[in-house]
């Protein structure tokens, strides 16, 4: 601290003096021409790791898988969440980062992630299609479904009811 004197230590030797302006008393402090911070930078070593190299694996599309992705990246009659994620898998595949991916799509990261991780695991074209979800199988048979709804197609009438009103 500045405390009767001029000039602090424990800063390196940075000099105060009072300013008085329209009746309010200022400090103003001079730092030295070369001035080190005290504590020391906690981002050091995260600047000193770039450029970030990915420890995820490579994706290497054959041949057939990646003539069947670019039809589909390009595609305009294929649901878009299909077109998307041929997308994501050839820009992968050519060694494009995550990150520029997403500002490319216009999409998020873990999507990204997601996607790439997928097809690591169970293949470039088997990733394309969504995986089976979570929930309670279906509890009417599949007859008991086609009778409900060939009843619901037919006529009130022809089933010897009253007509609609």
Same mark, same amino acid.
Not at 77 to 86: D, K, L, N
């Given at each position: ?10 800063? *390196? *030797? #940075? ?8 009746? =309010?008393?200022?400090?103003?402090? %001079? ?12 981002? @050091?070593? @995260? ?8 420890? @995820? ?12 992705l670019k039809a589909l990246a390009h595609s305009r009659t294929e649901p #878009? $969440?299909?077109?998307?994620?041929? $997308?994501? =898998? =050839? ?19 873990? %999507? ?8 690591? /695991? &169970? *293949?470039?074209? #088997? #990733? ?11 509890? &009417? ?12 197609? /037919?006529?009130?009438?022809?089933? *010897?009811?009253e007509e609609e009103l």
């Amino acid at each position: 601290m500045l405390e009767g004197s001029d000039t602090c230590a424990s800063c *390196g *030797g #940075a000099t105060a003096r009072p300013v008085v302006s329209d009746s =309010l008393l200022v400090f103003a402090i %001079k730092l030295p021409s070369v001035y080190s911070p005290p504590v020391p930078d906690p981002w @050091r070593d @995260r600047r000193e790791a770039l450029p970030f190299h990915s420890t @995820r694996a490579k994706l290497v599309l054959p041949t057939e898988a990646e003539s069947r992705l670019k039809a589909l990246a390009h595609s305009r009659t294929e649901p #878009a $969440q299909q077109v998307e994620r041929a $997308q994501i =898998l =050839l820009a992968y595949a050519a060694g494009e980062s995550i990150n520029a991916m997403a500002r490319r799509l216009g999409t998020n990261r873990p %999507k990204i992630e997601r996607c790439v991780n997928k097809a690591l /695991q &169970i *293949g470039a074209l #088997a #990733a394309l299609e969504d995986l089976p979800g979570r929930g309670k199988p279906a509890t &009417i048979p599949a007859e008991a479904r086609t009778w409900v709804v060939s009843l619901a197609c /037919q006529k009130p009438k022809d089933l *010897g009811l009253e007509e609609e009103l």
